[in-house]
């Protein structure tokens, strides 16, 4: 956990550094906003901003932006100024703290962005030879290629693998390919010197740079442009990178570790993946089970969720009942982990009683868990297939696609990245159509469910 502080508060901040340090936290000051940028440009990085509520937030914020540097923000102030904190909130941060500073809440700030709770939960036979073998090689400086459906939990296996190597105690950077634009991705990655580029205003250090001596994370990296995937492969194979507008080779030290939810063989036979660098990045691959196919972590994980929500929301943990874990085992759990994660958020925060029952588990769309599967399958699909196809007679390929797509989104709540692996397609070629569809007007459902309908961004 890396905390920038920005500012000085009269020597309170001191007392905030040694709490946060003495909870595992790489603590660096700045005096300023200008200083701060300096600091996360040149590589060193943070996970959490702690700011003087009396500097220009906002300014903080768009300058940030500005840059495409992505870090959460806590404002702090020596008194419980209300309007202060307000407008601190109202200009980019996530919370306020007074100070001085009370422990325990620095503790669960610093936990909740570090969200240090994401352990390996499993109890199941086909989960427990895959965290075996990540524990066999987590001491090695093998690439590794970690692969499984969205929401089987790859990321929290690739912090599992760092923590038992020897890189443990230097940072774990994560990149998400899929969610960078492609021309921003190659500066992401390997940095750029000042005016290397429009908006390049000076020097910053790439994800390659700021992981030194730590493991770097390829989240989703099936999806990145053939055309950098070379540099890609130049920078894993000599250990040095170029960065953009450079003239200089950098020599890095890093762990690789990559992600997909695609089949990458697939990929490189559709000339959409190198080969040379599928083989370079696995060397050894860990394959996720999708969630249905380990069924004995299903009720360790419903546990895990029950007590880890019931503690965020101060509510008292009540156990789940018979019927509730009957319809938890049952379902098929296309989300995975995160599917499930989210249903018993819900289920915590809406039952009642002494037990979560199965009245209180609801599937996304509302749906009782134990009724959304209905009792006579079969004549509902043939209904539905009856009812599609007279839907499709008169209308062109492009508007039968473009319902499809919006439909498919509306059932993913926004998640443009499961909406793409159902429907069979890259989440470039997603957001391509998604941007054609809002120019011609078409409500385009927000990322993660928000309430409006907006673009495709």
């Given at each position: 956990?890396?905390?920038?502080?920005?500012g000085?508060?009269?020597?309170?901040?001191?007392?905030a550094?040694?709490?946060?340090?003495?909870?595992?936290?790489?603590?660096?000051?700045a005096?300023?906003?200008d200083?701060?940028?300096a600091?996360?440009?040149?590589?060193?990085?943070?996970?959490?901003?702690?700011?003087?509520v009396?500097?220009?937030?906002?300014?903080?914020?768009?300058?940030?932006d500005?840059e495409?540097?992505?870090?959460?923000?806590?404002a702090?102030?020596?008194?419980?100024?209300?309007r202060a904190?307000?407008?601190?909130i109202?200009a980019?941060?996530?919370?306020?703290?007074?100070?001085?500073?009370?422990?325990?809440l620095?503790?669960a700030?610093?936990?909740?962005?570090?969200?240090?709770s994401?352990?390996m939960?499993?109890?199941?036979?086909?989960?427990?030879r895959?965290v075996?073998l990540a524990?066999?090689?987590a001491?090695?400086e093998?690439?590794?290629?970690?692969?499984?459906?969205?929401?089987?939990?790859?990321e929290?296996?690739a912090?599992?693998?760092?923590?038992r190597?020897?890189?443990?105690k230097?940072?774990?950077?994560?990149?998400n390919?899929?969610?960078?634009?492609?021309?921003?991705?190659?500066s992401?990655?390997?940095?750029?010197?000042?005016?290397?580029?429009?908006?390049?205003?000076a020097?910053?250090?790439?994800k390659?740079?700021?992981?030194?001596?730590?493991?770097?994370?390829l989240?989703?990296?099936?999806?990145?442009d053939?055309?950098?995937?070379?540099?890609?492969?130049?920078?894993i194979?000599e250990?040095?990178?170029?960065?953009?507008?450079?003239?200089?080779?950098v020599?890095?030290d890093?762990?690789?570790?990559?992600?997909?939810?695609?089949?990458l063989?697939e990929?490189?036979?559709?000339?959409?993946f190198?080969?040379d660098?599928?083989?370079?990045?696995?060397?050894?691959?860990?394959?996720?089970?999708?969630?249905?196919?380990?069924?004995?972590?299903?009720?360790?994980?419903?546990?895990?969720?029950?007590?880890?929500?019931?503690?965020?929301?101060?509510?008292?943990?009540?156990p789940?009942?018979?019927?509730?874990r009957?319809?938890?085992?049952i379902?098929?759990w296309p989300?995975n982990?995160?599917?499930?994660?989210?249903t018993?958020?819900?289920?915590?925060?809406?039952?009642?009683g002494?037990?979560?029952g199965?009245?209180?588990?609801?599937?996304?769309?509302?749906?009782r868990l134990?009724?959304?599967?209905?009792?006579d399958l079969?004549a509902h699909?043939?209904?539905?297939?009856?009812q599609?196809t007279?839907n499709?007679?008169?209308?062109?390929?492009a508007?039968?696609?473009?319902d499809l797509?919006l439909?498919t989104?509306?059932?993913?709540?926004?998640?443009?990245?499961?909406?793409a692996?159902?429907?069979?397609?890259?989440?470039?070629t997603?957001r391509?159509?998604?941007?054609e569809?809002?120019?011609?007007?078409?409500?385009?459902p927000?990322?993660?469910?928000?309430?409006?309908l907006?673009?495709?961004?």
């Amino acid at each position: 956990m890396r905390l920038l502080i920005i500012g000085a508060l009269g020597g309170q901040l001191t007392t905030a550094t040694k709490l946060a340090m003495d909870k595992g936290a790489n603590v660096t000051h700045a005096d300023s906003n200008d200083q701060a940028l300096a600091v996360l440009r040149s590589g060193r990085g943070a996970d959490l901003l702690m700011v003087d509520v009396a500097l220009d937030i906002r300014d903080l914020v768009a300058r940030l932006d500005a840059e495409r540097i992505h870090v959460p923000i806590v404002a702090c102030g020596v008194t419980n100024d209300a309007r202060a904190a307000v407008n601190a909130i109202h200009a980019g941060a996530k919370e306020y703290i007074p100070l001085p500073p009370d422990p325990d809440l620095i503790a669960a700030v610093l936990a909740a962005v570090a969200d240090d709770s994401r352990d390996m939960i499993y109890c199941d036979e086909a989960m427990a030879r895959v965290v075996k073998l990540a524990q066999q090689i987590a001491g090695s400086e093998a690439s590794v290629m970690i692969t499984g459906e969205s929401g089987t939990g790859k990321e929290v296996l690739a912090r599992f693998v760092h923590s038992r190597s020897a890189r443990s105690k230097k940072p774990f950077i994560t990149v998400n390919c899929a969610a960078i634009p492609e021309n921003l991705l190659e500066s992401e990655l390997f940095g750029h010197e000042k005016g290397a580029f429009t908006g390049a205003l000076a020097r910053r250090i790439g994800k390659f740079e700021e992981a030194k001596g730590g493991t770097l994370l390829l989240d989703e990296i099936s999806e990145m442009d053939v055309r950098l995937q070379a540099k890609l492969l130049r920078a894993i194979q000599e250990r040095v990178i170029d960065r953009v507008g450079g003239n200089r080779p950098v020599p890095v030290d890093i762990r690789i570790i990559a992600t997909s939810n695609r089949n990458l063989t697939e990929a490189v036979r559709e000339g959409r993946f190198r080969e040379d660098l599928m083989f370079r990045l696995n060397v050894v691959n860990l394959k996720i089970p999708p969630l249905h196919e380990r069924p004995s972590d299903i009720g360790e994980l419903a546990e895990y969720f029950t007590k880890k929500y019931s503690r965020a929301n101060g509510l008292p943990l009540r156990p789940l009942s018979t019927e509730a874990r009957r319809a938890l085992n049952i379902n098929r759990w296309p989300g995975n982990v995160r599917e499930l994660e989210n249903t018993l958020h819900r289920a915590v925060l809406l039952s009642s009683g002494a037990e979560i029952g199965v009245d209180g588990i609801f599937s996304p769309d509302g749906a009782r868990l134990d009724q959304a599967r209905g009792t006579d399958l079969a004549a509902h699909a043939v209904m539905a297939a009856e009812q599609i196809t007279r839907n499709l007679v008169g209308r062109t390929v492009a508007e039968v696609e473009r319902d499809l797509i919006l439909e498919t989104l509306k059932h993913c709540l926004g998640n443009r990245t499961r909406a793409a692996n159902i429907l069979g397609i890259s989440i470039r070629t997603l957001r391509n159509k998604l941007n054609e569809y809002a120019a011609d007007g078409s409500p385009i459902p927000p990322p993660h469910g928000s309430s409006e309908l907006k673009g495709a961004a």
